[in-house]
C-alpha cells in the first residue's frame, strides 16, 4: 500500500496537480482511504493522468458537499473540492486550500509539506469539527504524540486565529479558543465528547442559513442512503 500511495502523490506532483492532504496517513496501521482537497479545475487532469498510467478507476457521489469517491486500483480516493467541516460538509468555506506537495516526517508518516501551523489548524478543526469524538479519526493517537506538549503556541498562531474566525466568526474566537485549551490542559482524552458537540454548537449558533442547510444535508443524504445511492462504485466512461 505504501508504494501505491507513493506512486499516486508522485503523479499529482509530477503532473501539477493541486492537492493539499487534510490529514497524515500513518502507515503503520491499515490505510482506509486518503482524504484531500483538489482544486476543482485539476479534476479532469487528474481523471486523465491517472487513465493515462493503466490505473483502473470508479466512482460514486460522495455523501457530502463538495465532495466525490475515487476507487483508484483499489485506494479510496476521498476528494474534497474546497475545505469543509461539518457531518456530511455543510460548512463550505469558498477560500483557496494551501496547496503543497507531502513529506515523510519519520519512516511511517506522511504529511502535507506545509508549515507545523497550517497542519496543526486543518488537522485540529478535522478531529473535532467532523467527528463524534476524537478517537473516530485514525490519526488521534499521531495528533495527541505530536500536540500533547506544544499545542500553546500553535493554539496562538495567526493561521489557526484566521480560521478560527472563517469557521466560527470574531465574535465566537475567545469561547472557541477557551474550549481547546481546557481540552488541551486536561490531556487530550480520546473519548471525550463534549467538545465536539459544542464546537459544532458554536458552528451553527445565530446562523440560521448553514443551520438550515445542516439539517437539510441531514435529511438528504439519509435518504439517498436510504435508496442505495452510496451503494456501489461505478464505471468512469
Given at each position: 500500500?505504501?508504494?501505491?500511495?507513493?506512486?499516486?502523490?508522485?503523479?499529482?506532483?509530477?503532473n501539477a496537480i493541486?492537492?493539499?492532504?487534510?490529514?497524515?496517513?500513518?502507515?503503520?496501521?491499515?490505510?482506509?482511504?486518503?482524504?484531500?482537497?483538489?482544486?476543482?479545475?485539476?479534476?479532469?487532469?487528474?481523471?486523465?493522468?491517472?487513465?493515462?498510467?493503466?490505473?483502473?478507476?470508479?466512482?460514486?457521489?460522495?455523501?457530502?458537499?463538495?465532495?466525490?469517491?475515487?476507487?483508484?486500483?483499489?485506494?479510496?480516493?476521498?476528494?474534497?473540492?474546497?475545505?469543509?467541516?461539518?457531518?456530511?460538509?455543510?460548512?463550505?468555506?469558498?477560500?483557496?486550500?494551501?496547496?503543497?506537495?507531502?513529506?515523510?516526517?519519520?519512516?511511517?508518516?506522511?504529511?502535507?509539506?506545509?508549515?507545523?501551523?497550517?497542519?496543526?489548524?486543518?488537522?485540529?478543526?478535522?478531529?473535532?469539527?467532523?467527528?463524534?469524538?476524537?478517537?473516530?479519526?485514525?490519526?488521534?493517537?499521531?495528533?495527541?504524540?505530536?500536540?500533547?506538549?506544544?499545542?500553546?503556541?500553535?493554539?496562538?498562531?495567526?493561521?489557526?486565529?484566521?480560521?478560527?474566525?472563517?469557521?466560527?466568526?470574531?465574535?465566537?474566537?475567545?469561547?472557541?479558543?477557551?474550549?481547546?485549551?481546557?481540552?488541551?490542559?486536561?490531556?487530550?482524552?480520546?473519548?471525550?465528547?463534549?467538545?465536539?458537540?459544542?464546537?459544532?454548537?458554536?458552528?451553527?449558533?445565530?446562523?440560521?442559513q448553514l443551520k438550515?442547510?445542516?439539517?437539510?444535508?441531514?435529511?438528504?443524504?439519509?435518504?439517498?442512503?436510504?435508496?442505495?445511492?452510496?451503494?456501489?462504485?461505478?464505471?468512469?466512461?
Amino acid at each position: 500500500m505504501k508504494k501505491k500511495i507513493d506512486y499516486f502523490f508522485s503523479l499529482l506532483d509530477d503532473n501539477a496537480i493541486r492537492y493539499y492532504l487534510l490529514r497524515p496517513i500513518d502507515f503503520s496501521d491499515i490505510i482506509k482511504d486518503i482524504d484531500f482537497v483538489l482544486c476543482k479545475e485539476d479534476y479532469s487532469k487528474l481523471i486523465e493522468v491517472l487513465c493515462n498510467n493503466d490505473v483502473k478507476l470508479k466512482y460514486k457521489p460522495s455523501n457530502a458537499n463538495s465532495s466525490i469517491q475515487l476507487l483508484a486500483d483499489e485506494l479510496l480516493l476521498d476528494i474534497k473540492f474546497d475545505i469543509c467541516f461539518l457531518p456530511r460538509k455543510s460548512l463550505v468555506i469558498r477560500k483557496e486550500a494551501p496547496y503543497a506537495s507531502v513529506k515523510y516526517i519519520s519512516e511511517y508518516i506522511l504529511v502535507p509539506d506545509v508549515s507545523e501551523e497550517r497542519l496543526f489548524t486543518f488537522w485540529t478543526f478535522h478531529l473535532f469539527l467532523d467527528k463524534d469524538m476524537p478517537k473516530e479519526s485514525s490519526t488521534f493517537e499521531i495528533y495527541k504524540k505530536f500536540y500533547q506538549k506544544k499545542w500553546k503556541h500553535y493554539l496562538a498562531s495567526d493561521f489557526f486565529n484566521e480560521w478560527t474566525i472563517l469557521i466560527f466568526n470574531e465574535q465566537k474566537r475567545k469561547t472557541v479558543k477557551q474550549l481547546f485549551e481546557h481540552y488541551f490542559i486536561e490531556g487530550l482524552k480520546s473519548d471525550e465528547v463534549e467538545i465536539n458537540r459544542r464546537l459544532k454548537s458554536l458552528v451553527l449558533e445565530k446562523e440560521m442559513q448553514l443551520k438550515l442547510k445542516y439539517l437539510f444535508d441531514k435529511i438528504k443524504y439519509g435518504v439517498f442512503r436510504r435508496l442505495g445511492r452510496y451503494d456501489n462504485y461505478r464505471a468512469i466512461k
